[in-house]
Nanobody, 121 residues
Framework: QVQLVESGGGLVQAGGSLRLSCTAS????????MGWYRQAPGKQREWVAR???????NYADSVKGRFTITRDNAKNTVYLQMNALKPEDTAVYYC???????????????WGQGTQVTVSS
């Protein structure tokens, strides 16, 4: 059983900042990667950022230079620092974890329930 707890969403004005966090718990032997997707109303889910077990990071073009993803391995937590927010960033943000669940489960993916980010103009 795996749990993801997300927090940090809210309402901010354009140009403001938010910091999202996501903590994984449960039967996790090792985390390969964690990251974030988002989904705006009427649009398909969009990949935002990822951080690997080697701390290699990747970002969607739409957030490069504005968002920073970091990781705390001791806490099984991933963060997304979002600066210079735009109304286009408004979406539900979903945390994901890619992990090895041991010999019985192998590599698995798990998703959080999402946290709302709203950016007003």
């Amino acid at each position: 059983q795996v749990q993801l707890v997300e927090s940090g969403g809210g309402l901010v004005q354009a140009g403001g900042s938010l910091r999202l966090s996501c903590t994984a718990s449960g039967t996790i032997f090792t985390i390969n990667a964690m990251g974030w997707y988002r989904q705006a109303p009427g649009k398909q889910r969009e990949w935002v950022a990822r951080i690997s077990s080697t701390n290699s990071t990747n970002y969607a073009d739409s957030v490069k230079g504005r968002f920073t993803i970091t990781r705390d391995n001791a806490k099984n937590t991933v963060y997304l620092q979002m600066n210079a927010l735009k109304p286009e960033d408004t979406a539900v943000y979903y945390c994901f974890v890619n992990y090895w669940g041991g010999q019985a489960m192998g590599v698995q993916n798990y998703w959080g329930q999402g946290t709302q980010v709203t950016v007003s103009s």
